[in-house]
């Protein structure tokens, strides 16, 4: 019997090692716990589609009854068809207004509709890190017009430096009254719709399966991770974890994304 029966599980820097690929330890323990009936599901600021090699890798791409998390939060689809399940975009207005925002300050932006995601001003040091990690679409649109009538879910700026993007957030101001912001993989400031979290989603996946939240476990590594750490009964924070989410997590693997640490928790708190 299952220690746990839902595992909400982020991608880059937790499940991914550090060349994007998955190590050994990890595919063979998640296929044996989903074996065993483990909901084992991605739940990453990346969108559904870029995940399809690494649910292949795992065994549950096209699964009925198997789920992903994407966009932190704003969307939870169904493995087989990518049915909709659960979704929660940026008003328009909103999503507008960063976009043109970046587009005056020349930053980097990721704009995530609908199974897709779009660079702009998609700079070498960009390309170098997506490479591997995720298809994209480079465009060099003025405006967000381009996606009128479509729900955008989560725009990104990307900057090294740290203040920078805090700066771009002090600068925003009151648009950002409505908005979730958190940061990720030390380059990027994400904004979502108020109260989207991978937290939230994980609260709502875990309510639509029947899944009291006290058979659910997280495990994390970086900022964008907190919520999704503290909805989940038991919370586990990978080795090379941001050490701003360790009060938030149970336990710290002693592997870290490049040794297996999913498959330390799997095998540490699921499958005794």
Known sequence: MLSYTLMTCDMDGTLLSDDATICTRNIQTIRQAIGAGLHFVPCTGRGFESLNHIQETLGIYQKPGEYVISY????????????????????????????DFGVAHHITMHIYPYGKVYLYNYVPFERAFLEGRMPNIETFEPSLDFLKGQTVYKIVYMDPDLPTLNRYRQQLGSLLDDV???????????????????????????GLL????????????????????????????VHNLNEAIRPYCNVVTE???????????????ILK
């Open 72 to 99: 932190n939060g704003a969307l939870i689809t169904e493995n087989s068809h990518n049915d909709i399940l659960y979704e929660d975009g940026l008003p328009w207005d909103i999503a507008s207004a960063l976009y």
């Open 180 to 206: 979730t912001v958190s940061y990720s993989s030390d380059r990027y400031i994400e904004f979502n719709h108020k109260n989207v979290t991978k937290g939230t989603a994980l609260r709502k996946l875990a």
């Open 210 to 237: 029947h899944i009291p939240i006290s058979q659910t476990l997280a495990i994390g590594d970086n900022i964008n991770d907190t919520e999704m750490l503290k909805a989940a009964s038991f919370s586990v924070g």
């Open 255 to 269: 592997a870290t994304n490049n040794e297996g640490a999913v498959a330390e928790a799997i095998e540490r708190f």
